[in-house]
């Protein structure tokens, strides 16, 4: 079964700390996504990664960073960490096959308050 | 953009009955839908996914239908069970990406 983990499953931060959530896949998968969730918003595209070094913005990326050194690692860096940043954060990665149709394999989320 | 609808009132049931979800979309011809399900606290896990191409696709107790005509899908749960209750999102691709519905919220009553 494939397996995404995340550093923490609960995280409390200050306003203006220097945020890093962590994911790890062990499928090999190319593709790999942050999203944050909230309620009344649904499940909202900050960045993903194609491959190694490779990232792109999804459809929330301010005030967000990312870094995919390895493969199987993807970091969400919250630079300055705000009190509208908090929320459950959720990671997953997905294998880029020919059939075009690439499932999403989701790890158990962070929640993170910002204090 | 594109905007992807789900009933945002939780769905209440019988268990036993057939639950029917929907998911509506606009401005956008997905090649194909997929179907996740939430349980509190936890990432979506991943459920059936259908093609443009095809009307009906059938998992054990799931059934999902996808009309591109109406731009909407209906995923149905039969003999449904305490078990199933659950937050049920649907997501479209988006060229190797998914954008998602907020999801719909199922309670299944013994």
């Known amino acids: 079964d494939v397996k995404v983990t995340q550093s923490s499953r609960y995280l409390v931060k200050r306003t203006g700390e220097k945020v890093f959530l962590e994911c790890v896949q062990d499928?090999?998968?190319?593709?790999m996504f942050w999203y944050r969730q909230d309620p009344g918003l649904g499940l909202r595209l900050i960045y993903f990664?194609?491959?190694?070094?490779?990232?792109e913005k999804g459809d929330i990326p301010e005030g967000y960073s990312v870094s995919r050194e390895k493969k199987e690692r993807f970091s969400l860096i919250l630079e300055s960490a705000s009190t509208n940043q908090t929320s459950m954060y959720l990671c997953?990665?997905?294998?880029?096959?020919?059939?075009?149709?690439?499932?999403?394999?989701f790890g158990p989320g962070t929640r993170l308050t910002v204090l | 953009s594109q905007k992807i609808e789900q009933n945002s009132e939780a769905l209440n049931i019988q268990e036993g009955k057939t639950a029917t979800l929907t998911c509506n979309y606009t401005?956008?011809?997905?090649?194909?839908l997929q179907w996740y399900r939430q349980d509190p606290g936890r990432g979506p896990v991943f459920l059936l996914l259908?093609?443009?191409?095809?009307k009906e696709k059938r998992k054990e107790r799931l059934k999902v239908t996808f009309d591109t005509t109406l731009k909407q899908s209906l995923f149905h749960i039969t003999a449904s069970q305490p078990a199933d209750s659950a937050t049920y999102l649907c997501?479209?691709?988006?060229?190797?990406?998914?954008?998602f519905g907020q999801g719909t919220e199922l309670s299944v009553k013994p």
């Open positions: 997501a479209l691709d988006r060229g190797g990406k998914l954008i």
């Open positions: 997953a990665s997905s294998f880029s096959g020919t059939s075009g149709s690439d499932t999403q394999y």
């Open positions: 499928m090999d998968h190319e593709n």
């Open positions: 259908i093609r443009e191409n095809e």
């Open positions: 990664s194609y491959d190694v070094k490779m990232k």
């Open positions: 401005n956008y011809s997905p090649a194909y």
